[in-house]
């Protein structure tokens, strides 16, 4: 979701700006495709590298696990129970889950329960950097489409229209999951959607004018 937000609003701001300078058309296309893929790139590697060091940092707290309870197993077997008692199990039933989920998985039981990582929670870098350089790449493609399917008269007004009603939609599709309120989070993405592409239209009548 966020990687679409991205994809859209920084390659609007790019076409925008390139197109205010006065550009042909076949330089707004390479502006809009290289903005595309630097981005879709951008973010995967990003997003490789903070989840791997997530996935680092949850490893390690799973070595440390695993070691304290192969070096005391009652201690830890005492430490889970505890676990159970403080959100509310009685004492000795308690006990009894502790034992049994540790027979079972003692690793498992800690991490989910002392440490709050779970199977599916798990960071996976490669999964995390596709999906959201796949959100940017389809982001990226509304401005990029918009600028270049549109006259040349009217391509800055049409996609600033398109890239607007685009963070609108993915604003109320993210508020709707959420179930946030939408209204308040639609003003919020127009002004501040508006405010940026104004920014980028001002620098490129500016540097295309005098460069
Ligand atoms: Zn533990």
Redesign the pocket.
């Known amino acids: 979701m966020l990687g679409a937000n991205d994809g859209i609003l920084s390659v609007a701001g790019l076409v925008i700006g390139v197109a205010a300078a006065n550009s042909s058309q076949s330089a707004l296309v390479t502006a809009g495709l290289a903005g595309l893929v630097a981005g879709a790139l951008s973010m995967a590697v990003g997003e490789y590298i903070s989840v791997s060091s997530q996935r680092d940092a949850e490893q390690a707290d799973l070595r440390v ?1 695993a070691d ?2 192969a070096e005391n197993r009652r201690a ?1 077997l005492r ?2 129970a505890k676990i159970y008692e403080d959100r509310g199990v009685e004492p000795g039933l308690a006990r009894l889950v502790a034992d049994q989920l540790m027979a079972h998985d003692a690793v498992g039981a ?1 991490a989910r329960d ?1 440490l709050g990582i779970s199977e599916v929670m798990t960071a996976r870098p490669l999964q995390a950097a596709l999906t959201s350089a796949a959100a940017f790449t389809v982001g990226a493609l509304v401005p990029v489409l918009a600028v270049t399917l549109s006259g040349k008269a009217v391509r800055i007004g049409v996609t600033a229209v398109l890239t607007i009603v685009a963070l609108i939609g993915l604003g109320a599709l993210g508020a709707q999951l959420g179930g946030a309120p939408r209204g308040r989070a639609a003003i919020r993405v127009v002004t501040l959607s508006t405010l940026s592409m104004l920014l980028t239209y001002g620098i490129g009548r500016l540097v295309g004018a005098n460069v």
């Open positions: 696990e304290a309870i830890e430490e889970l800690h002392e």
